[in-house]
């Protein structure tokens, strides 16, 4: 029997539909397709697409954004090639001001549009569909990160206090991943039971960052009471809405279904390392994610 020939990988990609107060959304114009779209790219190797997203806007347009809902995630062919992108809705972190671009040799214009403009200017129908599931989630959340520590030493073979058990190598690799993807959310709090392999999981991060942990023990193991551990989320959340940026929050995983429970969502069951996204307008659940960075 012949074999049959392997079906071509497809090209990744990763891009965010940014919005502004008002009612515009940022495009770009490629002059090699003369082409309007919303800024995206390639992943690099080994690259998650959050993190690639954030890069692209930044390499294209110059500005510096936090990713809010996921969006549509696009797939059509480009050449002999199948294409996937992955989509965010995105906003501005500081300085919004695009006048100053420097054309180069793949985007020659980026432009603030108007978003009922930009339906008549974006150059593709997949994009323009694109657009209308953006401007339903166009106002501003707030993302809470739910993390289940990484790898860390096994119960069996940690002899002493379990509250001091290490990560392993493999989950402080997984540590120094998390880092960029965190970044992607503008995470600016983190919220942390205070064993060793939470404090361990996070320290890449808030050191990278410049910020301090906040040990809850209501997040660790040994508080063993969801009522309290739920009171700790709830305010935690409510919080979100004053902060304006990420808040991380990293626990174990008896501890994650008070937690989920608490947000009202159902429990994800994370695997160590694994980050659940909850992003929340007004204390509300407006979209969720998933994501192991491996």
């Known amino acids: 029997m012949a074999s049959q020939p392997r079906r071509a990988a497809d090209v ?12 515009e959304v940022l495009l770009v114009h490629r002059q090699k397709y003369d082409d309007w779209s919303f800024p995206k790219g390639k992943l690099d190797p080994r690259e998650h697409a959050a993190t690639a997203a954030v890069r692209e806007v930044e390499e294209e347009t110059g500005l510096h954004v936090r990713l809010g809902p996921p969006l549509a995630t696009l797939r059509y062919a480009t050449g002999s090639k199948m294409k996937t992108v992955h989509y965010w809705q995105g906003r501005a972190v500081g300085d919004d001001d695009v006048s100053s671009y420097e054309p180069n040799a793949e985007i020659d ?7 009922d403009e930009a339906a008549g200017l974006l150059t593709y129908a997949r994009d323009r569909a694109l657009l209308q599931d953006a401007v339903r989630l166009r106002k501003p959340t707030t993302a809470l990160v739910v993390l289940r520590h990484a790898h860390a030493r096994s119960r069996k073979a940690w002899r002493g206090d379990d509250r001091l058990r290490p990560l ?12 960029p993807v965190l970044a992607a959310y503008d995470v600016g709090r983190v919220v942390s039971s205070g064993s060793t392999r939470c404090l361990e999981t996070v320290a890449p991060y808030v050191e990278t960052v410049g910020l301090e942990v906040e040990r809850r023990k209501e997040l660790s193991e040994e508080c063993s009471d969801p009522e309290r551990t739920a009171r700790v989320v709830r305010e935690v959340a409510e919080q979100c809405d004053t902060t304006r940026r990420g808040t991380l929050l990293c626990s174990h995983r008896p501890v994650l279904p008070a937690v989920f429970a608490a947000l009202g969502v159902a429990d994800p069951r994370l695997e160590p390392g694994e980050m659940f996204v909850v992003h ?15």
């Open 168 to 179: 392993l190598s493999g989950g402080r690799d997984e540590a120094f991943r998390l880092v």
């Open 12 to 23: 990744v990609a990763a891009g965010a539909v940014v919005f502004r107060p008002g009612r």
């Open 280 to 294: 929340l307008r007004k204390g509300r659940v407006v979209a969720t994610e998933q994501h192991l960075v491996g």
């Open 109 to 115: 214009r980026v432009a603030w549009v108007d978003r």
